[in-house]
Nanobody, 128 residues
């Protein structure tokens, strides 16, 4: 079983930056894919970004965050971080880290149902 813990959320103003971290622990299968999703009040959980862990990592982004958000592995901290720049009020949501032992292609891995492990979420609020 893999446990995921997110940290780094908070309240910021539009245009500010924030970095979220996802730390994994526990025994079980290694994780091939780590992703960030978000869920705003009254909306479905949506894909934000994913990283496929390989010798050279692959990254994928939703169009709404492309150019503003960066997902990467911090090997020193052993976390997967999401650097969020130029934040907008529409980025306000609970952000969840998710992980899975497989990579089934971007068409599959943008769906929340594709992931076996989830964190508890961290709130990000962007004021205008």
């Amino acid at each position: 079983q893999v446990q995921l813990v997110e940290s780094g959320g908070g309240l910021v103003q539009a245009g500010d930056s924030l970095r979220l971290s996802c730390a994994a622990s526990g025994r079980g299968q290694s994780t091939a894919t780590v992703a960030w999703f978000r869920q705003a009040p009254g909306k479905e959980r949506e894909f934000v970004a994913a990283i496929v862990i390989r010798a050279v990592d692959l990254t994928y982004y939703d169009d709404s965050v492309k150019g503003r958000f960066t997902i990467y592995r911090d090997k020193g901290k052993n976390t997967v971080d999401l650097q969020m720049n130029s934040l907008k009020p529409e980025d306000t949501a609970v952000y969840y880290c998710a992980a899975d032992p497989r990579w089934a292609g971007i068409g599959v891995m943008t769906s929340p149902g594709a992931y076996a492990y989830w964190g508890q979420g961290t709130q990000v609020t962007v004021s205008s």
